[in-house]
């Protein structure tokens, strides 16, 4: 047998506990260079633009060309 808790649990420990389960939503920062909402501390998925500089190519999803 592993370790037993010696005693049950109380409603209120329980629920103080559990007081911090909870999701917290995503935060999102506008671009600078073409203002789409992006992760912060992240290069933006839409302009591939990080701290002003173009740091990735984005490739356009529309274009016909490989
Ligand atoms: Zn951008």
Do not use: D
């Not at 329980?14 to 917290?24: I, N, Y």
């Amino acid at each position: 047998m592993g370790a037993l808790p010696k005693q049950k649990r109380s409603k209120s420990k329980q629920g103080r506990k559990r007081a911090h389960h909870f999701l917290v939503p995503t935060q999102l920062v506008e671009c600078s260079n073409c203002g789409s909402p992006r992760l912060p501390h992240t290069v933006c998925g839409k302009c591939g633009f990080y701290k002003g500089e173009q740091v990735i190519q984005v490739r356009e999803k529309n274009s016909g060309a490989q």
